[in-house]
């Protein structure tokens, strides 16, 4: 199993930017799929979350701004952010975990056995 993020880039606030994340190794319909990030000195937090079945949760920071997608034909995750800011800025990672439950999610870090190497996303004028 293998989980490898890309898009991440440097961003003027205001800016938008769109993450990919692609599992292989497995069939992807199969997982739970999740967005977190990881600024300096602080823990890593839940971004986005989508059930196999496309139900999203998304952390209240981001509501609004930010939206979780799933393409199952490609074995790809997305996170659209737009009105990014500064506060925006961290490594993110995307990570899966295979379920039974088409339409269960998971929010927690801890729920996750499969994560990607990270992208750096920095927002900053």
């Known amino acids: 199993v293998q989980l490898v993020e890309s898009g991440g880039a440097l961003v003027q606030p205001g800016g938008s930017l769109r993450l990919s994340c692609v599992l292989s190794?497995?069939?992807?319909?199969?997982?739970?799929m999740g967005w977190f990030r990881q600024a300096p000195g602080k823990e890593r937090d839940f971004v986005a979350a989508?059930?196999?079945?496309?139900?999203?949760n998304l952390a209240d920071s981001v509501k609004g701004r930010f939206t979780i997608s799933r393409d199952n034909a490609k074995s790809a995750l997305y996170l659209q952010m737009n009105s990014l800011n500064p506060d925006d800025t961290a490594v993110y990672y995307c990570?899966?975990?295979?379920?039974?439950?088409?339409?269960?999610?998971?929010?927690?870090?801890?729920?996750?056995?499969?994560w990607g190497q990270g992208t750096q996303v920095t927002v900053s004028s």
């Open positions: 990570a899966g975990r295979i379920s039974v439950v088409s339409d269960r999610l998971h929010i927690r870090a801890n729920d996750y056995d499969h």
């Open positions: 190794g497995v069939t992807f319909g199969n997982y739970v």
């Open positions: 989508i059930s196999r079945s496309g139900i999203t």
